[in-house]
T-cell receptor, first 111, second 114 residues
Framework: LAKTTQPISMDSYEGQEVNITCSHNNIATNDYITWYQQFPSQGPRFIIQGYKTKVTNEVASLFIPADRKSSTLSLPRVSLSGTAVYYC????????????FGGGTRVLVKP | DVKVTQSSRYLVKRTGEKVFLECVQDMDHENMFWYRQDPGLGLRLIYFSYDVKMKEKGDIPEGYSVSREKKERFSLILESASTNQTSMYLCASISTGTGYNEQFFGPGTRLTVL
């Protein structure tokens, strides 16, 4: 089971780009990399998912190097509402796969 | 559009009581999960299920059991609640297969054991 390591916290300013890197050295061939966002008193919410190279959607980009041992979530031009905890999750999508979250990164966006 | 619901947002129980936390999803997902979340510890997996009547232990199953009698419903049971089980409990579900998949989470149940 791939264990993930993320920074505990980071600060940013409104309008800046935020990059959060997650390490997952023992990622398996079938594992995908998924990022979630969680606001206080709410369940986590899906942001983006990828397997390799770069994935972009309307809210974020995900960069995955060729060795897949790490990944970087990029949030362009964060707003104050981007203050949240961001979780990196690595796991397979087949039935019976255990999906375990790491400790998450608390991002504080300042005005 | 409701996807994952949990029976209570807030619950207060006494030590030694049997506690049932219910989770229902309407997306016909095979996999369902129970996590607990405590300050500074992130989300920790308690149990998960990949089919009706099937269950697997997560990272912290001690003191908990689960039941999955129907595909859409996954229950977490605290046989004899203790104060160290005071926590936020989150249920999630996900479809199986390859490719793009996301876990959908319920709103959480904040359980206080006195």
């Amino acid at each position: 089971l791939a264990k993930t390591t993320q920074p505990i916290s980071m600060d940013s300013y409104e309008g800046q780009e935020v990059n959060i890197t997650c390490s997952h050295n023992n990622i398996a061939t079938n594992d995908y990399i998924t990022w979630y966002q969680q606001f206080p008193s709410q369940g986590p919410r899906f942001i983006i998912q990828g397997y390799k190279t770069k994935v972009t959607n309307e809210v974020a980009s995900l960069f995955i190097p060729a060795d897949r041992k790490s990944s970087t979530l990029s949030l362009p031009r964060v707003s104050l509402s981007g203050t949240a905890v961001y979780y990196c999750l690595v796991g397979g999508m087949a039935a019976g796969n255990k999906l375990t979250f790491g400790g998450g990164t608390r991002v504080l966006v300042k005005p | 559009d409701v996807k994952v619901t949990q029976s209570s947002r807030y619950l207060v129980k006494r030590t030694g009581e049997k506690v049932f936390l219910e989770c229902v999803q309407d997306m016909d997902h095979e996999n369902m999960f129970w996590y607990r979340q405590d300050p500074g510890l992130g989300l920790r997996l308690i149990y998960f299920s990949y089919d009706v009547k099937m269950k697997e232990k997560g990272d912290i199953p001690e003191g908990y059991s689960v039941s999955r009698e129907k595909k859409e419903r996954f229950s977490l049971i605290l046989e004899s609640a203790s104060t160290n089980q005071t926590s936020m409990y989150l249920c999630a579900s996900i479809s199986t297969g390859t490719g793009y998949n996301e876990q959908f989470f319920g709103p959480g149940t904040r359980l206080t054991v006195l």
